[in-house]
């Protein structure tokens, strides 16, 4: 592959796969390592993908499974990381969002951290990327019940725990 | 599935709506503050993981540190005697012939035989601790 085809590649592609990386990890650290190695996994398989959208979908399959194996890791990394964002990260630089959706938006990445990687996983497909039931039980390799019980726990859970917060 | 079940889901996931935009609404915020790629290392074959990997370096071995010191503290409050051995006072070893004398005049209430090694203990406990005879001399 070009450096140029590659460049525009990743300037199109990288915003998601870091999101969704994130959503799923909640560590921006792991989230980025996850973010370059998708990418490097891309540059190597380029080749086998036919279409531009056989390169968005095996992104974005690729994204979750390596964000779900990086959850996986062992409890060091997880320690490390807790310590490095709570301690030494500085806040982004936020724009000029309001306060009620900076505390908004708080509480929702407080409601996901309560989630296991798996239940962000299947939000995720859901809600953001709007995949079917099918779909997400053959990416999670999982039944259709599973998917549908996990959804139905994470919902409640973001749900229970923003109404509580805003009360 | 049955359609109670998918009716609850249904509603579910009407309700959950505003939740869901939220969600999306924080995706993008996520996507928007993405760091770079390093794409000349992706092309030249020399990525490595970088920001944990700097990390890693620093907090690896306090956390290893820390992790050791209550390991060992955890494992002294476990494996602690119940009363420290220098805190006793030294036992008095008598001859066979004093511990007889005690025992014939009444002076030693309890008497407990050991035997260890070619030797017999006796232990009592009052009002002295502990004598010891030869073997076969009782």
């Given at each position: 592959m070009d450096s140029s085809t590659f460049d525009r590649l990743v300037k199109e592609t990288k915003g998601w796969v870091f999101a969704t990386a994130y959503h799923i990890l909640r560590s921006r650290a792991e989230a980025e390592d996850v973010m370059q190695e998708t990418f490097l996994a891309l540059y190597t398989h380029y080749d086998t993908l036919d279409s531009k959208e056989a390169v968005y979908r095996w992104l974005k399959t690729v994204a979750v499974n390596k964000s779900l194996n990086a959850?996986?890791?062992?409890?060091?990394?997880?320690?490390?990381?807790?310590?490095?964002?709570?301690?030494?990260?500085?806040?982004?630089?936020?724009?000029?969002?309001?306060?009620?959706?900076?505390?908004?938006?708080?509480?929702?990445?407080?409601?996901?951290?309560?989630?296991?990687?798996?239940?962000?996983a299947i939000l995720l497909m859901r809600e953001i990327e709007g995949l079917s039931y099918e779909d997400i039980a053959g990416k999670m390799k999982c039944g259709i019940g599973t998917v549908m019980s996990r959804l139905f726990y994470a919902r409640q859970n973001i749900r229970k725990f923003l109404e509580r917060k805003n009360r | 599935m049955n359609d109670p079940?998918?009716?609850?889901?249904?509603?579910?996931?009407?309700?959950?709506?505003?939740?869901?935009?939220?969600?999306?609404?924080?995706?993008?915020?996520?996507?928007?503050?993405?760091?770079?790629?390093?794409?000349?290392?992706?092309?030249?074959?020399?990525?490595?993981?970088?920001?944990?990997?700097?990390?890693?370096?620093?907090?690896r071995p306090a956390l290893v540190v820390t992790l050791l010191l209550l390991l060992t503290a955890a494992a002294a409050l476990l494996y602690r005697p119940a009363v420290a051995p220098e805190a006793l006072p030294p036992l008095p070893r008598l001859t066979f012939d004093d511990a007889e004398r005690l025992i014939n005049a009444n002076k030693l209430e309890k008497v407990t035989i050991l035997y260890q090694s070619g030797r017999a203990d006796i232990q009592t406990d009052a009002p002295v601790p502990m004598v010891w005879v030869r073997k076969g001399e009782n």
């Open positions: 959850a996986q890791r062992n409890i060091f990394v997880e320690l490390e990381d807790f310590v490095a964002e709570r301690v030494f990260s500085t806040p982004d630089d936020g724009g000029e969002r309001s306060v009620y959706a900076d505390q908004m938006m708080e509480r929702l990445q407080e409601g996901l951290d309560r989630l296991s990687p798996e239940h962000r | 079940m998918k009716e609850k889901i249904a509603a579910q996931e009407r309700e959950f709506a505003p939740f869901a935009d939220l969600l999306k609404r924080k995706f993008e915020t996520d996507a928007a503050r993405s760091p770079e790629v390093d794409i000349a290392a992706i092309m030249a074959g020399t990525l490595k993981k970088r920001a944990p990997q700097r990390r890693r370096l620093l907090f």
